[in-house]
């Protein structure tokens, strides 16, 4: 789970490794969940960076999923809302 909330949702994850943990993720981590092509070869996605950090950078990346994860429940509630909103209006 923390792996997917740090691929779908980095702003957020970062967000509550920095405020709930102090946990800083560097610049050369890339925040955004957009394709690769848009970022140098130096940045990394946060997944890479929380790979790389071994046990205990995926222990705090758990740890702040679980903090984040009653805000992402709402984001995801939201967007299915806004889709059966649109599909609802095609009809």
């Known amino acids: 789970k923390a ?3 740090a691929r779908r ?11 709930d943990f ?4 560097p610049t050369n981590v890339r925040l ?6 848009a970022y140098p070869s130096d ?3 946060l997944e890479e960076w929380i790979n790389d950090g071994g046990v205990g950078r995926l222990s ?13 429940i709402e984001m995801q509630k ?7 909103d649109a599909y609802s209006e095609r009809d």
């Open 3 to 5: 792996m997917n909330c």
């Open 32 to 37: 955004e969940s957009s394709s690769y092509e």
């Open 9 to 19: 949702y980095p702003k957020i994850l970062a967000h509550s490794l920095l405020t």
């Open 22 to 25: 102090d946990v800083e993720v």
């Open 78 to 84: 939201g967007e299915r809302q806004r889709l059966v």
């Open 60 to 72: 705090y990346a758990v740890l702040a999923a679980q903090s984040c994860d009653e805000d992402i």
């Open 43 to 45: 940045k990394v996605s």
